[in-house]
């Protein structure tokens, strides 16, 4: 086996460009800043472009308008910096503009703690923006998760026209760790559907049960209309509102609908054991250590990994949770995906461990959890 | 030549408005230097001037308050062949300050025309960054306290090549019109004109005040001679060209055997400028040399060459799960700054843990075995003692062998730093 050393920045770098990711542009932030430096050195020598905007919301609003040139783009940033982008990330969703954003949190609130990990924005990332539409947030587990969660977060949005979100931490993302590309398993890469040459061609709009209008760059032989303001299929301002309604509808279900298909996740069966633990990001290691050392215990807990936590994959964790009485999670927050467990597990006993303070949650801790 | 502006949406304005004039002289530029709606991109943000997108024919780009810059300058990078214009009130002019000054400071190929009305007319009539001290807007007495701003001062300072000044109602709007779009670089329009909606309802602003207040002014430096430079995607790409293309990341296979084989953590407790980091690393490439799964964290504080430096490895022939350190096997104490942060580590260490210390450096008690190293008496320096501390554990015959550090180096350096690293753990090995 042959391994690869590297930082899990630098394998979403190398996941993006293995995706397909030709322009990026972000702002240095700790610890999201090897992303940037990291696609510098592979972008521009290939012909792709990577920029460095005079502040967060020039360097997404870059990205924005490149990706609908026709670009497969990419920003990245911490917990400051997806405050900054909130504006651009609204007029991605509603505006249907591909785009991967890394948030690589660490501590917070606010400036917080640079240096330090953290899952705390984890509510943030879906709800942080204006309108209420959801979005699609991955998380990465290790290094090896950076490269192929990246590359599927490219193939969600090109595939429906939306931002996507890697939300990684700093524990991930500036830990180096061995692994084996060979064993990468990397998805066909997947391009936004282009509108054929014979039809007149509506920015936004869709026909049949299609939910994600078919795409042409700006710049292209016909003309291409694109605005932040609520709009119907021909790009203008609509005012009408069963117009109006019928893509707030789309915006949402093109999503929520079709989250079977990327629900991403790892599970570890211990048979007899009446506790499920479920857990994601780097929690998910000490998760496994702990499940790994209970496994012969009277205490034993099956584990399962979430590496999708948005849209949330109701049907997935209220199957895989049927069988067991209890339900514990361990996050790295005061308590924020908790929250979609309680709600849809009504009838589970909950557990629960929170913690914020800049360190791993260890797995003794996690081990006295279940 | 066919009008650019659109059959569809005919343009609607308050009647008076500069704006009106301003979208029709920009038509007439476009099509006296033979654009098509396709060749063109016109990229607005919030408020009235914001309305030219949807008036024009042509590609068009509409978002956020005082962000159009931002998304023409991706299009632009994208596509170099379009001509992107970018329309702006001085509402936009403030909200989007910043994007305006790297603009100028950047260069890009991109024509931002400022309709400049002095106020807010969309949301009623408030001051903006370019409404006069003694005008009265619907900002109570709060424009009176702020001075505006001379915007093409401001973008000349910050590098722009083309600027220039001009009233919606000179004869030679077009013709200023065209020589701001077929400028090769960044160039900045600023027109002046009335808002009946609202400005003039309580200020006397009319086209002759307007050539007065613009004949007063005085005028505008040489900013072609001062800024003119590469415009700046062609400077990318000339940029780019020179760059080498990056190599695959490197792949280690196996080639050498670890003296243990299981869970294996080591802490290297340094400061600044003692090239932790790098060790700590070439730990992790001595491990994947020996066919060892590998973890590093570091802590660091944000200065440089000063403060602490750690950094915490993990070797292990199976897959590391839980990356913190819980039971360490080497410490490498080179300096008390890092000592400082891990002292509880060090009290709670197994018996049968090692500690490599320079000597000199405290520390707290604890149950482990320490070999004293005097860096000094082998003349190595402080950026080369981590690396002298791997030469030391690596006769230890615990976590490191020779042959692993060996390869580790090859790995990690080109031949002139491999032999001066060599000549270090010489010294530490000749002992």
Same mark, same amino acid.
């Given at each position: 086996?042959?391994?690869?050393?590297?930082?899990?920045?630098?394998?979403?770098?190398?996941?993006?460009?293995?995706?397909?990711?030709?322009?990026?542009?972000?702002?240095?932030?700790?610890?999201?800043?090897?992303?940037?430096?990291?696609?510098?050195?592979?972008?521009?020598?290939?012909?792709?472009?990577?920029?460095?905007?005079?502040?967060?919301?020039?360097?997404?609003?870059?990205?924005?308008?490149?990706?609908?040139?026709?670009?497969?783009?990419?920003?990245?940033?911490?917990?400051?910096?997806?405050?900054?982008?909130?504006?651009?990330?609204?007029?991605?969703?509603?505006?249907?503009?591909?785009?991967?954003?890394?948030?690589?949190?660490?501590?917070?609130?606010?400036?917080?703690?640079?240096?330090?990990?953290?899952?705390?924005?984890?509510?943030?990332?879906?709800?942080?923006?204006?309108?209420?539409?959801?979005?699609?947030?991955?998380?990465?587990?290790?290094?090896?998760?950076?490269?192929?969660?990246?590359?599927?977060?490219?193939?969600?949005?090109?595939?429906?026209?939306?931002?996507?979100?890697?939300?990684?931490?700093?524990?991930?993302?500036?830990?180096?760790?061995?692994?084996?590309?060979?064993?990468?398993?990397?998805?066909?890469?997947?391009?936004?559907?282009?509108?054929?040459?014979?039809?007149?061609?509506?920015?936004?709009?869709?026909?049949?049960?299609?939910?994600?209008?078919?795409?042409?760059?700006?710049?292209?032989?016909?003309?291409?209309?694109?605005?932040?303001?609520?709009?119907?299929?021909?790009?203008?301002?609509?005012?009408?509102?069963?117009?109006?309604?019928?893509?707030?509808?789309?915006?949402?279900?093109?999503?929520?609908?079709?989250?079977?298909?990327?629900?991403?996740?790892?599970?570890?069966?211990?048979?007899?054991?009446?506790?499920?633990?479920?857990?994601?990001?780097?929690?998910?290691?000490?998760?496994?250590?702990?499940?790994?050392?209970?496994?012969?215990?009277?205490?034993?807990?099956?584990?399962?990994?979430?590496?999708?936590?948005?849209?949330?994959?109701?049907?997935?964790?209220?199957?895989?949770?049927?069988?067991?009485?209890?339900?514990?999670?361990?996050?790295?927050?005061?308590?924020?995906?908790?929250?979609?467990?309680?709600?849809?597990?009504?009838?589970?006993?909950?557990?629960?461990?929170?913690?914020?303070?800049?360190?791993?949650?260890?797995?003794?801790?996690?081990?006295?959890?279940? | 030549?066919?009008?650019?502006?659109?059959?569809?949406?005919?343009?609607?304005?308050?009647?008076?408005?500069?704006?009106?004039?301003?979208?029709?002289?920009?038509?007439?530029?476009?099509?006296?230097?033979?654009?098509?709606?396709?060749?063109?991109?016109?990229?607005?943000?919030?408020?009235?001037?914001?309305?030219?997108?949807?008036?024009?024919?042509?590609?068009?780009?509409?978002?956020?308050?005082?962000?159009?810059?931002?998304?023409?300058?991706?299009?632009?990078?994208?596509?170099?062949?379009?001509?992107?214009?970018?329309?702006?009130?001085?509402?936009?002019?403030?909200?989007?300050?910043?994007?305006?000054?790297?603009?100028?400071?950047?260069?890009?190929?991109?024509?931002?025309?400022?309709?400049?009305?002095?106020?807010?007319?969309?949301?009623?009539?408030?001051?903006?960054?370019?409404?006069?001290?003694?005008? &009265?807007? %619907? +900002?109570?007495?709060?424009?009176?306290?702020?001075?505006?701003?001379?915007? =093409?001062?401001?973008?000349? @300072? #910050? $590098?722009?090549?083309?600027?220039?000044?001009?009233?919606?109602?000179?004869?030679?709007?077009?013709?200023?019109?065209?020589?701001?779009?077929?400028?090769?670089?960044?160039?900045?329009?600023?027109?002046?004109?009335?808002?009946?909606?609202?400005?003039?309802?309580?200020?006397?602003?009319?086209?002759?005040?307007?050539?007065?207040?613009?004949?007063?002014?005085?005028?505008?430096?040489?900013?072609?001679?001062?800024?003119?430079?590469?415009?700046?995607?062609?400077?990318?790409?000339?940029?780019?060209?020179?760059?080498?293309?990056?190599?695959?990341?490197?792949?280690?296979?196996?080639?050498?055997?670890?003296?243990?084989?299981?869970?294996?953590?080591?802490? &290297?407790? %340094? +400061?600044?400028?003692?090239?932790?980091?790098?060790?700590?690393?070439?730990? =992790?490439?001595?491990?994947? @040399? #020996? $066919?060892?799964?590998?973890?590093?964290?570091?802590?660091?504080?944000?200065?440089?060459?000063?403060?602490?430096?750690?950094?915490?490895?993990?070797?292990?022939?199976?897959?590391?799960?839980?990356?913190?350190?819980?039971?360490?096997?080497?410490?490498?104490?080179?300096?008390?700054?890092?000592?400082?942060?891990?002292?509880?580590?060090?009290?709670?260490?197994?018996?049968?843990?090692?500690?490599?210390?320079?000597?000199?450096?405290?520390?707290?008690?604890?149950?482990?075995?320490?070999?004293?190293?005097?860096?000094?008496?082998?003349?190595?320096?402080?950026?080369?003692?981590?690396?002298?501390?791997?030469?030391?554990?690596?006769?230890?015959?615990?976590?490191?062998?020779?042959?692993?550090?060996?390869?580790?180096?090859?790995?990690?350096?080109?031949?002139?730093?491999?032999?001066? @690293?060599?000549?270090?753990?010489?010294?530490?090995?000749?002992?």
């Amino acid at each position: 086996m042959a391994f690869s050393l590297m930082e899990g920045n630098e394998a979403i770098g190398w996941g993006a460009v293995a995706a397909g990711c030709n322009f990026f542009a972000g702002y240095p932030i700790t610890p999201a800043t090897t992303i940037y430096n990291t696609m510098l050195k592979l972008l521009p020598p290939n012909g792709g472009i990577c920029l460095q905007g005079e502040d967060e919301i020039a360097s997404i609003g870059f990205c924005l308008g490149a990706s609908m040139a026709g670009m497969k783009v990419m920003t990245a940033t911490s917990g400051p910096g997806i405050s900054l982008y909130s504006e651009q990330i609204s007029f991605a969703i509603g505006s249907e503009i591909p785009i991967v954003i890394v948030d690589v949190q660490r501590l917070g609130p606010s400036t917080g703690s640079a240096t330090k990990g953290a899952d705390g924005d984890v509510q943030f990332l879906q709800w942080g923006n204006s309108g209420g539409v959801p979005v699609i947030v991955l998380v990465p587990v290790d290094v090896k998760d950076c490269y192929e969660l990246t590359v599927h977060a490219f193939n969600l949005a090109e595939q429906f026209r939306c931002p996507v979100f890697v939300a990684a931490n700093k524990e991930v993302s500036m830990t180096r760790e061995t692994f084996c590309m060979d064993e990468l398993k990397l998805p066909p890469i997947v391009d936004r559907r282009k509108a054929n040459s014979t039809d007149a061609f509506l920015p936004f709009g869709v026909s049949g049960d299609q939910m994600v209008p078919n795409f042409l760059p700006i710049g292209s032989d016909r003309l291409v209309r694109q605005t932040s303001s609520t709009h119907g299929a021909n790009g203008y301002i609509t005012t009408d509102p069963d117009e109006i309604a019928a893509m707030q509808a789309r915006l949402e279900a093109k999503i929520t609908r079709n989250v079977a298909a990327f629900s991403y996740f790892e599970e570890y069966c211990v048979p007899d054991a009446e506790t499920l633990l479920i857990a994601y990001g780097v929690t998910a290691r000490a998760a496994r250590a702990a499940v790994e050392a209970l496994k012969d215990s009277n205490r034993k807990a099956s584990l399962l990994i979430l590496k999708t936590l948005w849209p949330v994959s109701e049907n997935l964790i209220r199957d895989k949770a049927r069988n067991y009485k209890r339900v514990v999670m361990a996050e790295m927050n005061l308590g924020q995906y908790i929250r979609e467990l309680e709600r849809l597990l009504p009838d589970k006993e909950i557990g629960f461990l929170g913690q914020m303070n800049g360190e791993l949650i260890k797995p003794k801790q996690i081990m006295e959890l279940i | 030549m066919e009008s650019l502006l659109n059959k569809s949406r005919p343009a609607v304005f308050c009647p008076g408005c500069s704006h009106d004039t301003i979208l029709h002289a920009l038509d007439k530029a476009l099509l006296e230097m033979g654009h098509t709606g396709r060749d063109v991109v016109i990229v607005t943000d919030i408020g009235c001037s914001g309305l030219f997108d949807t008036f024009f024919n042509t590609h068009a780009f509409h978002g956020l308050h005082g962000r159009a810059l931002t998304y023409a300058t991706g299009i632009k990078m994208a596509r170099p062949e379009l001509k992107v214009i970018v329309t702006m009130g001085d509402g936009g002019l403030g909200i989007g300050g910043a994007h305006v000054l790297s603009a100028c400071r950047r260069n890009l190929d991109l024509t931002l025309l400022v309709l400049n009305n002095f106020n807010y007319g969309m949301t009623g009539g408030q001051c903006s960054s370019t409404t006069p001290q003694e005008a &009265v807007v %619907g +900002s109570g007495f709060l424009n009176r306290l702020e001075k505006p701003i001379d915007i =093409c001062q401001v973008a000349g @300072a #910050a $590098g722009a090549a083309l600027v220039s000044r001009i009233s919606t109602y000179q004869k030679d709007l077009v013709a200023r019109l065209k020589e701001a779009l077929s400028f090769e670089g960044f160039s900045l329009l600023d027109i002046w004109g009335v808002c009946p909606g609202r400005y003039t309802r309580r200020n006397k602003l009319t086209s002759k005040t307007i050539d007065s207040k613009l004949e007063g002014l005085p005028e505008l430096p040489d900013f072609k001679s001062r800024n003119f430079r590469t415009e700046y995607s062609k400077a990318y790409r000339q940029e780019a060209a020179k760059l080498d293309v990056p190599k695959s990341p490197l792949t280690i296979g196996p080639t050498c055997m670890p003296p243990q084989e299981d869970r294996q953590e080591i802490v &290297v407790l %340094g +400061s600044a400028g003692q090239r932790v980091i790098t060790a700590g690393e070439l730990l =992790c490439l001595a491990g994947a @040399a #020996a $066919g060892c799964h590998a973890t590093q964290k570091n802590d660091y504080p944000i200065t440089v060459m000063k403060g602490h430096s750690v950094s915490e490895v993990i070797l292990s022939d199976t897959k590391i799960e839980y990356t913190g350190i819980e039971d360490p096997s080497v410490i490498i104490a080179l300096a008390p700054e890092g000592v400082s942060r891990r002292k509880a580590m060090l009290a709670s260490l197994s018996p049968g843990s090692v500690v490599i210390r320079a000597v000199g450096v405290e520390l707290p008690d604890c149950p482990a075995t320490v070999i004293d190293v005097d860096f000094k008496a082998h003349k190595i320096k402080s950026q080369d003692q981590a690396l002298a501390a791997l030469a030391v554990l690596s006769r230890q015959n615990k976590v490191l062998t020779m042959e692993m550090l060996t390869a580790a180096l090859n790995l990690r350096f080109d031949k002139k730093v491999f032999e001066a @690293a060599m000549t270090v753990i010489k010294k530490m090995r000749d002992e």
